[in-house]
């Protein structure tokens, strides 16, 4: 239920649990060997790519029913106990898979096929509110994706090359409304090595990358160490410059969604609406009328309690909620 009155200020976590990034780059650049580097991570392989992986929580996935079989898992407190962070290796596969799925579900071959233009809205649908309800757990996420190199044009109409995720333009608007960090992988020859992985958090005309952090390290080495200090590092200057503490009170923005996402079980909030019911019922008869004409405002038609179904819980906590109040 959501309580205002309670509300607290959101304080920035200075680890990368619950947070969202997408990092891309060329093949061999260690992209998946970065998602088996975060703590409690579940890597979700939708292409190979993981045999050397030793140790790493792989649940391959070769099509979106597998993928939807790990969503109902998630939920499950002892998976939640579990794995802290999901990867998406790669991003680009997974936005095919659910748009076969999409197909399949409509008997077509492709979403251009399904009448009035609803193949993408519908694929589109699919692919948010999927991911959005991994992040509504609670759970970091990380998406990989291979790097592309696509024309653009500057203000003067004049063309130019620049490396981006691979990502098809829905997919990665998606991705890209959600994640808090963008990072383009590069080899580059040091004094020390040859061909060693660098993260790029700040993009030029180059390359496209960026985050949310005002005060990131523009490029770092490519590890999770790496990132959580960047990460870290950059909370505390803006905690800094704002003149806030770690320690002041608030809730941290990793748990924000989780508890946000916790609800009452289908029975005890059929109960709580009985009670409410029987006690505004009580101080006066016409409150029943005031609550069932609120309830058919809500659910569409004239309803009572013992009609309402557990498939209708969200409308049911609104009249509990009007109930409460009264």
């Known amino acids: 239920m959501i309580d205002l009155t309670n509300l607290e200020p959101v304080r920035i976590n200075r680890s990368l649990k619950g947070k969202y990034l997408l990092v891309y780059g060329e093949p061999k650049t260690g992209k998946t060997t ?3 580097q975060f703590p409690k991570s579940l890597i979700l392989a939708f292409e190979p790519g993981y045999n050397a992986l030793d140790g790493a929580m792989v649940q391959p996935i070769l099509k979106w029913t597998d993928f939807k079989m790990v969503l109902a898992q998630l939920a499950m407190p002892e998976v939640m106990e579990k794995f802290d962070f999901i990867g998406f290796d790669t991003a680009d596969i997974a936005y095919n898979m659910c748009e076969k799925y999409i197909c399949m579900q409509n008997r077509v071959k492709e979403l251009g096929d399904i009448p009035y233009g609803k193949g993408t809205s519908l694929c589109t649908s699919e692919f948010s509110d999927s991911i959005r309800e991994i992040a509504n757990l609670g759970y970091g996420l ?3 994706s291979h790097s592309t190199e696509k024309k653009f044009q500057n203000e003067k109409g004049e063309e130019y090359n620049r490396i981006v995720p691979a990502l098809t333009a829905r997919p990665y608007g998606i991705i890209n409304k959600m994640v808090d960090t963008i990072g383009f992988i590069h080899r580059e020859n040091t004094d020390t090595e040859k061909n060693k992985p660098f993260l790029y958090l700040r ?3 180059n390359f496209l990358a960026g985050s949310r952090f005002r005060y990131i390290a523009p490029k770092i080495d490519f590890s999770y160490e790496a990132i959580k200090n960047a990460v870290s590092d950059a909370v505390d200057k803006q905690r800094e410059m704002n003149g806030t503490s770690a320690n002041e009170s608030g809730s941290e923005e990793n748990d924000y ?9 289908f029975v005890s909030l059929m109960s709580e609406a009985q009670g409410e019911w029987k006690r505004l019922v009580d101080i006066s008869k016409d409150n029943a009328t005031v609550i069932l004409d609120f309830a058919e405002s809500i659910f569409g038609q004239r309803t009572k309690l013992s009609e309402i179904s557990p498939s209708q819980q969200d409308l049911l906590e609104l ?8």
């Open 319 to 326: 009249v509990v909620e009007k109930m409460k109040s009264m």
């Open 34 to 36: 970065l998602l088996s």
């Open 142 to 144: 990380c998406f990989v």
């Open 257 to 265: 969604f989780k508890k946000s996402s916790q609800r009452q079980d």
């Open 203 to 205: 993009g030029n005309d």
